[in-house]
């Protein structure tokens, strides 16, 4: 599957005292990819899918005015839960090779309105399948 791509620039107030982004903002900026793909997909993204597991590996340093790139891939369907996994890399000026930041994923699973474990909807999976497709 292609990752679907989402650009950001970072603010300075997702910095830390030394001028680089603090870690807990990459589980942000892996959010804005996951909801930006969620949208292009077509799918809901609300309060029936909970974060189970979160996981993410630091290659190097964003600092403020980094121009980033998010890519994010539907990396496994289970029947009531799924996995998406995210890449931050660094958009160099001009031109040039993009840096890998981070990398990580997230699992999240389908509830209902009680919180209780669903099987993921039929519109889920006929998005995710095509989206692992293409």
Do not use: K, W
Not at 40 to 66: K, M, N, T
Not at 81 to 109: H, K, N, Q, T
């Amino acid at each position: 599957m292609e990752p679907h791509s989402t650009s950001l620039r970072v603010r300075y107030a997702e910095t830390d005292a030394s001028g680089i982004v603090y870690y807990n903002n990459y589980f942000i900026y892996f959010e804005v990819g996951r909801v930006e793909m969620f949208r292009e997909l077509g799918l809901p993204y609300d309060r029936h899918l909970p974060i189970v597991e979160a996981h993410c590996r630091f290659h190097a340093s964003a600092r403020f005015e980094d121009q980033l790139q998010v890519q994010t891939r539907v990396e496994e369907v289970r029947t009531r839960a799924f996995r998406i996994g995210s890449r931050v890399l660094r958009v160099p000026p001009g031109s040039g090779d993009l840096e890998l930041l981070v990398e990580g994923y997230v699992a999240m699973a389908t509830v209902d309105d009680e919180g209780q474990l669903v099987e993921l909807p039929p519109a889920f999976r006929e998005a995710f399948a095509e989206a692992q497709s293409s």
